[in-house]
Every structure is written in C-alpha cells, then in structure tokens.
C-alpha cells in the first residue's frame, strides 16, 4: 500500500492541514522540508507557530541529544528534576526579571489548550466569579474550556453541546466607530446588560488565525487600565504570537504592559516538542496541589528544549532579527501586492515575521494557497472564511530563502489574479 494510501485509509477524517498539502515529509533543516519523492519545500507555515527558531535548530538540538545520551530522566509527572529546575531559573534570570516581570510558573499539559484551561481555573477561583471575555475572532484552543473562548462557528459547533460561560466583545477593528472599552465599561455598569462580570479577560494581541490583526499599543494600555479599574485579571495569550514572533519575546512588550497572566506554548518547546507553561502572577496562583494536573507536564524533553531555546534567543539576538525580516517583508508586500492590486480590495496586515494578504473571498485565498504549493512553498490561511493567506517564516529564516518564498508568493497572487 501506497504511504499516501495509509493515511486516506485508517487516519480518521478529522485531520485537516495534510488535505492542502498532498505529499509525505521525510527531514527538514531550517526553513525547508524535504519529501519522500525528493522534492524540497520553503517553510512559511512555521507548525503554526511552533518552530519559530526553524527546523532541526542545531543548537537546541544539540542540549536535546546531549540529554538523551545522558540518560537523563524522561517522564516523571511534576517531580523535582533538574531540568525543570534550570528552565524555571533561566526563564527567571533571563527573560523575566530583566524585564521587571513578576511571575510564577506553572506547568500544564504540554499544549496550548491545557494552558487556556489552566488559566481559566486561576482565574475564576481567585476572583470567584464563573463568567470570563474574550474578543470576537479569538482562538484560544479546542477543548471545551477553552472552546467557550474561541469563536470560529465550525470549531464550536464540533463540541457537541453549548459552550457557554463567556461573553465575546467585538474586537476594536471590527468597528472602529465603537469604542469597545467604554463599550466593556457599559456592560459593568448598566444594571440591564445581562452580562456578569468576569474573572478575567483572554486577548492575543495579535489575532492569528482570526485573520492577523494586530491589536494597536494604546488599545492594550487602555486594556490594562481598564482591567485595573474593575477587577478584572487580564490575560495575555502568547501561545502562537510569543517567543519573539512579533519582534520582542512577549507580544504585550511593545505596549509596555503587565499582564496578570500568560500563556505560553508552541515555541516554547524550542524545537517542536511538545510544552506549555502559564505565567501568574504571585497573588493569583491560587489552585491547590493537585487542583489541575496532566500525565506529561512533566515532560522533560520539552524542559531541556525550552531552556535551550531561551538561551539561543539571546545568543542569536533574535529579537533584532525578527524587526529585520519585519521590514523586508513589510516593503515586498507593499510594493508587489497592495501598490498593485489594492484598488481591487486586496491589502496587508501584520507585525514581525506574521504577515496576512486578504484576499476577501474563500477561492481566492485556496487558489493562492495551491500555487504556492505546486511551486514548493507551504502555508496557510486564515480568519472569516479562510480568505487571509498566512505568512509566517520562522523567526530566523535566512533571508534569501525569505526572499524566494516571497517571490513565491508574489507570482501565486499574480497567476491567481490573472484569472479574476
């Protein structure tokens, strides 16, 4: 039987991103993939965000080998080990006090879903009230905790039952003429909202597969204020938007914020592994032992990547590498695809290395997709309707291979386009 055979014939059904990208991967080595037949693939996909330091780092590869080969411990729920122990100190040391940033950390299941359930708990146990929002377009996962967040019709509507205990506002770019924090401060204060106060507050700032949105710094402040204000904890999801995706490593850092938690997943894992891990602040850490747990949380291949990963983010100064590719990206986009095709509705959105083109329409968008893939460049799509191709390379893609997937990209919509 055919490879290819194997998975139409026993994988179940609900698998989704191997249907736009018929072909069987075998290696892959910073930004490109290699298949069974030989053929190699640019990487502007990215795991959706979890391999934001490019396939195969060598670096953080490298500490990974190193462990293994020590036999070092691989499971072993939430013990004390020394992996965990050096992780915890270097996410402290290195990335979190220099910042000013005050948190403790918990480990979830090692995925961003466990993690937007575990903060969720925090939430509503330390400030005793069920009813949490969140902002039209969100994705905070697919579990039914975190489903309640997450708007997209069709993820809902596969939980099977009523997702409730959440209100969605409209997030600000959906209608600029509503101001929605006095829109929020009205559903506190008039008697006859029918909305109950909630606990907390869930936000990406940049909204990725709700169609790229990246929500403005004054916004965020005015955000935080307005969750100071009422008692309200806010909380920051990094999950696919953090670890230096935007050109800092939290996405909130541009908007000189302190959120009331974080959640961190995907990239974190250094180099695909799985891992999770929720930042709180000291004062809100208020489960009991035991009151949330998972099988692997202990997962000690994700400790020893992830503490690679941070050190490779300094060492690499990544950061300053992202806000370069941003404006590479920026420039290309602007010149080859709104100057030429604007005035037929087609624009740009995005921050760092997270770049959007809405195409407007669902065929539009798939059309783009599929030439890109015929002419060996993996992405995807996203927001309403699937009609914004999502460009996400990773962080520290060379920039000439930056530059042909771009060329890539530029000669999909061209071809694309011609056709309209």
């Known amino acids: 039987m055919q490879q290819k055979e194997i998975f139409e014939t026993y994988e179940s059904d609900v698998r989704s991103y191997c249907r736009n990208f018929p072909a069987v991967f075998t290696t892959a080595v910073g930004s490109v993939v290699t298949d069974v037949d030989g053929n190699s693939y640019i990487d502007f996909f990215d795991g959706a965000g979890a391999l934001n ?5 060598p670096y953080i590869k490298g500490k ?42 918990a480990f979830p299941g090692p995925t961003g879903t466990n993690c937007i359930e575990l903060a969720l708990k925090l939430a509503r146990k330390a400030k005793q009230r069920s009813n949490v929002w969140a902002y039209m377009g969100a994705f905070h996962g697919m579990t039914l905790g975190s489903m309640e967040l997450t708007t997209d019709r069709t993820d809902r509507n596969a939980a099977g039952i009523s997702l409730g205990n959440c209100t969605h506002i409209p997030a600000p770019y959906m209608f600029p003429e509503l101001d929605t924090i006095k829109y929020m401060q009205t559903l506190l ?9 909630p606990a907390a507050i869930f936000l990406e700032t940049v909204q990725a597969e709700g169609g790229i949105y990246v929500f403005s710094e004054q916004y965020l402040r005015d955000l ?3 969750c100071t204000k009422n008692d309200i904890l806010l909380v920051i999801d990094d999950i696919q938007v953090g670890c230096c995706r935007t050109g800092r490593f939290f996405s909130f850092e541009r908007a000189g914020i302190e959120p009331d938690m974080v959640c961190l997943s995907k990239s974190i894992g250094g180099i695909g592994l799985p891992m999770a891990m929720v930042l709180v602040k000291p004062e809100y850490d208020s489960l009991k032992p035991g009151e949330h747990n998972g099988t692997f949380r202990g ?35 602007q010149k080859n695809i709104v100057d030429v095709y604007g005035d037929k509705g087609i624009s740009i959105r995005g921050i760092g290395c997270m770049w959007g083109i809405e195409m407007n329409k669902n065929a539009v968008s798939k059309a783009v997709l599929q030439e890109c893939f015929k002419n060996k460049l993996i992405l995807e799509r996203a927001g309403r309707d699937d009609s914004v191709v999502k460009l996400m390379p990773s962080c520290v893609i060379p920039m000439d291979t930056l530059m042909q997937g771009l060329e890539i990209v530029k000669k999909a919509v061209d071809t694309v386009m011609a056709t309209l």
């Open 189 to 197: 204060d008039d008697d006859h909202s029918g909305v109950s106060k």
């Open 224 to 226: 935080r204020e307005f």
């Open 53 to 57: 330091y490019g396939h195969n780092n």
């Open 299 to 333: 997962n000690q291949l994700g400790f020893v990547a992830s503490k690679a990963s941070l050190e490779y983010v300094l060492e690499a100064k990544v950061e300053e590498g992202v806000k370069e590719r941003e404006a590479v990206m920026r420039e290309f986009l």
């Open 64 to 105: 990974v080998i190193e462990y293994l080969q020590g036999d070092g411990v691989m499971h072993w729920m939430d013990m004390m080990t020394a992996p965990k122990a050096e992780l915890i100190e270097t996410m402290q040391t290195k990335i979190l006090q220099p910042r000013g940033l005050n948190y403790k950390i």
